[in-house]
């Protein structure tokens, strides 16, 4: 999720607004350099997905986290990702199944450095969140057949009627009790103690609250931010290592001050090219961008007025809007709430309810899909999701087809010849209204 | 006709029925009676069978079935079943059906359960979540409650009670039921020639759709049969056959597998019906029984979790060495992440114990069987002239 650390700057220079962004890069750099120095320095190194994730706890052991996702996707926007798919299948891995695992194996092949050209280094433990996809399993197994390292696995029950039930909940905190825990102990040498968890969590929640603040400012019009390509940016701490962090708090209070200030001036979203000038078009986005040609994607929104005020993309490591946050006060079943709330651990219906809510509550023309090949869990049954939004809102809808990181799937003349007709759809509906 | 040949036409006729007749009859014939669906891999048939309710496995449209709606559905890029079903329900095949399971095999049959609430928003629609933790105190207390809130949910389907006398009582026909079902795989194993796969196939298939104690009666009657007579033996080689357990091959590429000069003497065709490994106690508490058999012995698949690093893809060869295979055909759907993401695992393991494979990919409505021939004869030449 997170995609900070790239080369090309993001937006015209603004000492105020560069805050967070400065912020956000030191992070990152800070998190890749730790990761390069970890063994060297005695500690312990985590991997973990980002969706389900246990940042948190996995602090309380001072051990340092690798999200293979986010590797997958720097890599995507630094244009690696093709020649490590290509390495993984011809490793044997399928044409048919997820970019993100076959860019993470072809990386690993060729020497296992990193986006940012430091070497990676060799997990200690293996963290599995099994939340919201099935690939996750099957990853982790092949991550841990090239390593042979310890795996820890947390399975997460899918939310498939819509609730979490004490059931759920109490299997995933007897996993984390029983299983996890234990086995964080056992590698790291360290003792869990559950206060310093509370003290992580009740950071969390702060950033949490700024977090929510920042992606509804979107309600307003013009929004200040885009929900779907910016909202990459800042979800990307609170997805990743950060999460539990003075860092993160520091970084999601300086984002709201610098959002807050685009409100009072009645400004646009940042875009590449600067700030978007004027709103024409405001869309709910479902599902993952795509990382190769990310920019090239998001030109073709904001050159024609199009800004996203809100996607479940920016939910898929962690859902705060309706109001959960972590709780220290009850820190390993919140922990467990966080788990099962995830994006994509929803089931089709709850899905559908949420993204219509948000065409409401944010004003929106209507839906975008942007299908991903990759990805099933958030791919199998959004065509139908997207009659559903449409029957029940009244607005109309778009689908485009691309993948996470395999730049052969990325065909700009279509998604942009998609993306235009809907956007004379919307303005036939306006008129027709 | 002969006893086998009568048996496998009966089969044969209920696989091609994509409007499931027989069980339609079933239900009708009672009043009040209830008819459940599950899809592949896993489900407990023992809990609806205690209810009285018949479970009906849908495994897809096969190549009989023209999907047209369907398609609308799915992207390009997610494999068939799901659309075949959808297929089926948009075109009434599936209307009698009261309720329908949904096991936790992938994202893909995960996300259909959604889909099907709202497709058919009145009847009952369960994801059936397996534990992929194995300690008994965390994932067989969940699995015990999973258990338990399918109980409660077919209960209220049916307005009747399930007992844990009925539900031991349907324990022990089902454990008859593998019993019988792993006896066909034994002797498959030690006679290729007398029982062919589609055969063996079309019987597994027949579980599926009859009430069990007509399935396992069918298995006792064929293997009688069979066992009585004798078919002409062949110079083929012995595989085993991997990646079949969901989406399900057309019956035709079995035959050509067969055809091309290769035994299957093991698969994992319709794996509920051996899931278990082991009989589940019928004394004590029944649903704690299923929980825990299912923890410590259940078949070990591509959907599932390893937790051992050694014992991965130890099954694959444990099955080729205890039906004397010479090799392995990876057979797996177009799409099918569990299946496609182990198999670089499974062939390691292979090259480990020194064992020959080969791939290839399929969907339910493969209709060209040259080039699988092909590569399957090609496959069991060099394993016969030179043991590869």
């Known amino acids: ?433 | 006709m002969a006893i086998s040949e009568q048996i496998i036409d009966r089969c044969q006729n209920l696989y091609e029925d994509l409007n499931f007749t027989n069980a339609r009859e079933w239900k009708s014939a009672v009043p009040g009676r209830k008819v459940i669906g599950f899809m592949p891999i896993y489900v407990a048939r023992e809990m609806i069978h205690a209810a009285g309710m018949l479970p009906v496995g849908i495994f897809g449209g096969g190549d009989q079935l023209e999907v047209i709606q369907g398609d609308a559905y799915y992207q390009s890029y997610i494999c068939r079943i799901p659309r075949s079903t959808i297929e089926l329900e948009l075109t009434k095949r599936l209307d009698f059906i009261d309720g329908m399971l949904f096991p936790s095999t992938c994202d893909v049959i995960r996300n259909l359960s959604g889909m099907f609430q709202m497709i058919r928003p009145g009847i009952y629609t369960r994801y059936f979540d397996v534990p992929q933790n194995y300690m008994d105190n965390v994932g067989g207390d969940y699995y015990v409650m999973e258990l338990q809130e399918l109980r409660e949910g077919l209960e209220k389907l049916g307005g009747i009670k399930i007992t844990d006398d009925d539900l031991r009582n349907s324990i022990a026909l089902y454990n008859d039921n593998r019993q019988l079902v792993n006896k066909l795989y034994d002797l498959r194993a030690e006679q290729p020639w007398k029982i062919p796969a589609t055969e063996a196939y079309l019987l597994e298939r027949a579980g599926m759709l009859l009430p069990v104690e007509e399935h396992s009666q069918m298995l006792i009657d064929y293997m009688t049969a069979i066992t009585a007579g004798d078919r002409p033996r062949r110079d083929n080689c012995r595989v085993v056959l991997s990646g079949m357990f969901c989406e399900q091959p057309p019956l035709n590429l079995i035959k050509s597998i067969e055809l091309a000069g290769c035994y299957i003497v093991n698969d994992d065709f319709m794996l509920v019906n051996r899931w278990l490994t082991k009989a589940v106690p019928v004394d004590g508490d029944p649903i704690r029984n299923l929980a825990t058999t299912f923890l410590h012995h259940s078949v070990k698949t591509s959907a599932t979790f390893e937790p051992n690093e050694d014992e991965k893809g130890q099954y694959l060869v444990e099955a080729v060495r205890r039906s004397s295979a010479e090799g392995v055909i990876f057979a797996a759907p177009s799409f099918c992440d569990p299946a496609l993401l182990e198999r670089p695992m499974l062939m390691d393991a292979l090259n480990g114990a020194n064992i020959p494979y080969i791939a290839f990919k399929y969907a339910e409505n493969t209709g060209q069987m040259q080039p699988i021939r092909e590569q399957a004869g090609t496959f069991a030449d060099s394993i016969k002239l030179w043991g590869v």
């Not at chain 1, 299948?89 to 296992?112: A, F, P, W």
């Not at chain 1, 909940?169 to 996993?175: A, C, D, G, L, P």
């Not at chain 1, 219906?349 to 942007?370: F, H």
């Open chain 1, 1 to 433: 999720m997170n995609a900070i650390t790239t080369s090309k700057p993001l937006a015209p220079r603004d000492a105020k607004k560069d805050q967070s962004q400065i912020k956000q890069k030191e992070m990152i750099a800070g998190n890749f350099q730790e990761l390069t120095d970890a063994h060297k320095q005695g500690k312990k190194v985590s991997y973990t997905f980002v969706p389900g994730n246990l940042n948190e706890l996995v602090m309380c052991f001072d051990m340092v986290g690798n999200f293979p996702e986010i590797n997958a996707l720097q890599n995507g926007m630094r244009k690696k990702t093709g020649a490590y798919i290509m390495e993984a299948e011809r490793q044997g891995h399928s044409e048919d199944v997820c970019t993100y695992v076959k860019s993470d194996l072809g990386m690993i092949k060729k020497g296992n450095i990193g986006p940012t050209g430091q070497p990676l280094p060799e997990p200690d433990l293996l963290l599995l969140s099994y939340t919201g996809c099935f690939t996750f399993m099957k990853w982790f197994e092949l991550l841990r057949h090239e390593y042979k390292c310890e795996t820890a696995m947390l399975h997460v029950p899918y939310q498939a009627d819509g609730k979490i039930t004490d059931n759920m909940r109490n299997y995933v905190v007897n996993q984390l009790k029983q299983d996890v825990i234990p086995k964080l102990e056992k590698i790291s040498g360290v003792k869990f103690d559950i206060d310093r968890l509370r003290e992580y969590l009740r950071e969390s929640a702060k950033a949490e609250d700024n977090l929510v603040w920042v992606l509804q400012s979107a309600k307003h019009k013009p929004s200040p931010i885009d929900a779907y390509f910016g909202a990459i940016y800042y979800v990307g701490p609170i997805f990743s290592a950060f999460r539990g962090t003075r860092d993160a708090t520091e970084y999601y209070r300086l984002l709201r001050e610098e959002i807050q200030e685009r409100i009072d001036q009645g400004l646009g979203p940042v875009t590449p090219d600067g700030v978007m000038k004027e709103e024409k078009y405001r869309l709910v986005t479902e599902g993952p961008p795509n990382y190769t040609n990310m920019y090239e994607f998001w030109k073709m929104f904001y050159e024609d007025g199009a800004v996203n005020v809100a996607s479940t993309y920016a939910k898929v490591g962690g859902l705060y809007d309706f109001g959960f946050r972590h709780d220290p006060e009850h820190p390993l079943e919140s922990l467990a709430n966080y788990c099962l709330g995830c994006y994509t651990n929803l089931s089709l219906p709850e899905r559908i309810k949420m993204l219509v809510t948000y065409i409401n509550e944010y004003q929106a023309d209507g839906l975008l899909i942007n299908s991903i090949k990759s990805c099933n869990s958030f791919s199998a049954g959004q065509l139908m999701m997207m009659r559903e939004v449409e029957k029940q809102t009244g607005k109309p809808a778009a689908f485009v087809e691309t993948d996470l990181v395999d730049p052969r799937y990325f065909s700009a003349a279509n998604v942009k010849n998609r993306l235009e007709s809907y956007f004379q759809m919307i303005d036939q509906k306006r008129h027709a209204a």
